[in-house]
């Protein structure tokens, strides 16, 4: 009897409505860390290596954060996430931020509740087949088996590009990326869909790298970013701003080798960047010297390019569209003023 | 006599609750008023929750076009459908697989479970075999395995060889020949539908009269003639409208004829022969669980071996077998959600993966797919308690 009361009531004292509106930030700061989610596993984005160590474009993003907040880039805990349930992951605050070559879209914007802070990878999709099929376009791929991962943009974009030409098609779809790699691999299908940069990942991950070819069509436009959760615009700013950060870096040539001498620079520009005027940080949340801490310990937005996805790395993508927006590109920030 | 005495306020109802059948009622009471409480906090939670996120709710989804494909529907479904026909798809495709791998389980479970029970060591032995490896291996292990070795096993499409001339069994699945139809065909199936009536009517027919009279007519003669003798009748008549088409490869695939999915018949192997691991132990219990002496009566009373399984033994094991049977179709239907680790478009990957990640309404949609997977296995489980019922004892 006493047992039954007193689960009542311990269960009636858990289920009590949280306050949904508490400040991400000031959790983040008492939990001492970023819960930030990533992919299961993508070469240049997010990947861990043999000892755990995670690595890739979207796990500096979030480093950059905590770098940010904690002067610490590895006070960040990464939770791997399927297509299917990122999401749900960030809409119910099981993660802070999601980093994981998400494509902003209006609906995942409006109707699921999430704000996306910026885009860190123009992307756009592609198709990837062997070269002994003799295809050299995506125009050619009437009747053709299309393995794709299942819960993405990616899905409904094959959808609407064989529709839209009346070509016949076959969609196979799965869970994780490794499963439609697999069965790719395996010959069950004759073409490998995803982002153009999945694909150059994906194929590294296959037996002869050599053997694959990605065709020349890009058929949509798929600007990936970081996603935080409707509701809380001040962490929302400090997202958006640490991604503007380092495009301004880039841009005003500040990069972690000379970091010293620009903490010396008398450029107006680059002394409000980096906190010497002014007092942005502290406006956002953080400190003066934000940016200062992002530089130290990741780098710019040009640098963490080259070092995970461009030149330095082993997929060796071109920067093309991701190009700072006065060298032939469209990354664009806003000025810290 | 005594008469009770007038005593204060409280002490009546001091006395009014130590009646245990007003405390227990009372208790129940509080039980309920609390559970019911628990569950308007979580819903109030949850509403509040998604109203500060301005995430979506309701359920208009369902009219919305949906705008992905899939590989295997039972019904004409195109991208440009709403989410409600992908439901439907989803639904089909999973009374599909289950009701076709109850059907092999069963089968292949009986026969293994007798297998176990035969007096041929070497039988016996590899039917033990199958069902220690089958049960203790997980299944979506064995669902990949089937995959894999199904696809490793199939050639590519350009490399196969027609078997029988028109079945092609390839990595993209089997391909068979389909009937097709001008107008007319409509007869030899009508054709073919009354043969197959009048055979039944003519076998009951027989049955009774050899009951009454002892009489017997070969009427299985004449019910095959029937059965392939009208419909070719009304196919000659009606100027050959039925034709078959047979698949052929151009360019990535083969077009026509009907083809069965790898994933399909990976997934439909995989829970057969794991659900029929499990069948066959209870049948062999049930063949146990009848009394020796039921047999020893039989052959005493001269049945030799085969009509004593079939009119003594077996009647009185079935109705051991069907109650723990139920169980492990509900355990088929349910372990089919598994086809999302091979991209069988079932109705979980469907509703609770596609279109949940599409839309994102996570609590509606878990909602429905659990309705959904309830209405069905009730609804399995009431079939079968008829059916036990009605093969009861009469009077038991």
């Known amino acids: 009897m006493k047992r039954v009361m007193f689960a009542l009531i311990a269960a009636a004292g858990l289920t009590a409505v949280s306050p949904a509106n508490a400040a991400v930030l000031d959790q983040v700061k008492s939990k001492g860390f970023v819960q930030c989610g990533v992919t299961q596993g993508l070469p240049g984005f997010s990947n861990p290596d043999d000892k755990g160590n995670w690595t890739g474009l979207d796990v500096d993003f979030c480093r950059a954060i905590a770098a940010a907040i904690f002067d610490d880039a590895t006070k960040v805990r990464y939770t791997p996430l399927t297509a299917k349930d990122r999401f749900t992951a960030l809409q119910s605050g099981e993660i802070d931020v999601l980093s994981r070559i998400t494509t902003w879209t209006l609906s995942r914007d409006s109707s699921l509740g999430l704000n996306f802070a910026g885009v860190t990878y123009y992307d756009g999709q592609g198709f990837l087949i062997r070269k002994d099929k003799k295809v050299s376009s995506a125009l050619e791929l009437s009747g053709a088996s299309v393995c794709t991962q299942t819960g993405t943009t990616t899905e409904l974009n094959v959808a609407d590009f064989f529709r839209a030409r009346n070509m016949k098609y076959e969609v196979v779809a799965f869970t994780t990326a490794d499963e439609t790699i697999k069965a790719y691999e395996a010959g069950r299908c004759d073409v490998f869909t995803s982002d ?35 509701g809380d615009d001040q962490w929302f700013d400090i997202v958006k701003w640490v991604l503007f950060a380092m495009l301004n870096a880039e841009e005003l040539n500040v990069t972690q080798k000379n970091l010293d001498e620009q903490l010396k620079s008398p450029n107006p520009e680059i002394k409000r960047l980096l906190g010497a005027e002014g007092n942005f940080g502290e406006q956002l949340g953080l400190t003066r010297d934000w940016v200062v801490r992002i530089m130290k310990q990741v780098g710019n937005y040009g640098e963490s390019f080259d070092r995970n996805v461009g030149a330095g790395s082993r997929l060796g993508i071109e920067r093309g569209l991701n190009r700072l927006w006065n060298k032939g590109g469209i990354q664009y920030a806003p000025p810290v003023r | 006599m005594a008469e009770i005495v007038d005593r204060p306020l409280l002490g009546r109802i001091g006395s009014f609750f130590a009646d245990p059948r007003v405390r227990g009622i009372a208790i129940q009471f509080a039980l309920l008023a609390g559970v019911i409480s628990l569950g308007w906090l979580f819903y109030a939670n949850a509403r509040q929750n998604l109203a500060v996120q301005n995430t979506a709710t309701g359920f208009g989804f369902f009219w919305e076009t949906a705008g992905f494909g899939l590989s295997q529907s039972l019904i004409p479904y195109v991208e440009s459908a709403s989410y409600g026909r992908a439901f439907l798809v989803g639904l089909l495709n999973t009374l599909l697989v289950s009701a076709l791998g109850i059907i092999f389980a069963t089968i292949i479970g009986f026969a293994v479970g007798i297998a176990r029970l035969s007096s041929n060591v070497l039988l016996a032995r590899l039917a033990g075999a199958y069902v220690e490896a089958l049960r203790n291996l997980p299944v979506l292990f064995q669902i990949l395995f089937w995959y894999l070795a199904v696809l490793g096993a199939m050639p590519s499409a350009s490399a196969s060889k027609p078997f029988l001339g028109a079945i092609y069994f390839t990595n993209r699945g089997v391909l068979l020949p389909q009937f097709t139809f001008e107008p007319g065909g409509a ?26 009279t002892g009489i017997r007519m070969p009427w299985r003669r004449y019910a095959v003639l029937l059965i392939f003798g009208l419909p070719a009748v009304a196919f000659i008549a009606t100027g050959s409208p039925v034709s078959l088409e047979l698949p052929e490869l151009r360019g990535f695939n083969f077009v026509g004829g009907t083809r069965v999915t790898p994933e399909f018949l990976a997934l439909l192997f995989a829970l057969s022969t794991y659900t029929a691991a499990f069948i066959a132990e209870i049948v062999r219990a049930g063949f146990l669980a009848v009394p020796r002496g039921q047999t020893e009566a039989a052959v005493s009373l001269g049945l030799r071996r085969r009509a004593t399984l079939r009119l003594v033994v077996t009647p009185q094991a079935m109705r051991l077998i069907v109650p723990p049977l139920t169980s492990q179709y509900l355990n088929l239907t349910k372990n089919s959600s598994l086809a999302a680790a091979i991209g069988y478009p079932d109705f979980f990957y469907v509703f609770a993966g596609t279109t949940l990640n599409q839309t994102g309404q996570a609590i509606e949609i878990i909602a429905v797919t659990m309705a959904v997977y309830l209405t069905i296995s009730l609804l399995t489980a009431a079939f079968m308690n008829w059916y036990n019922r009605a093969v009861a004892l009469k009077g038991s």
Do not use: C, W
């Open chain 1, 196 to 230: 153009v940069s999945q694909l150059y990942a994906m194929r590294l991950k296959l037996a002869n790298t050599a053997d694959h070819v990605v065709l020349p069509e890009i058929i949509s436009k798929e600007p990936l970013g970081p996603v935080v959760r409707h």
């Open chain 2, 187 to 212: 007869t030899v199936f009508g054709a073919l539908a009354a043969a197959i009536l009048l055979s039944v009517t003519l076998g009951i027919r027989a049955g009774r009269r050899r009951a009454r």
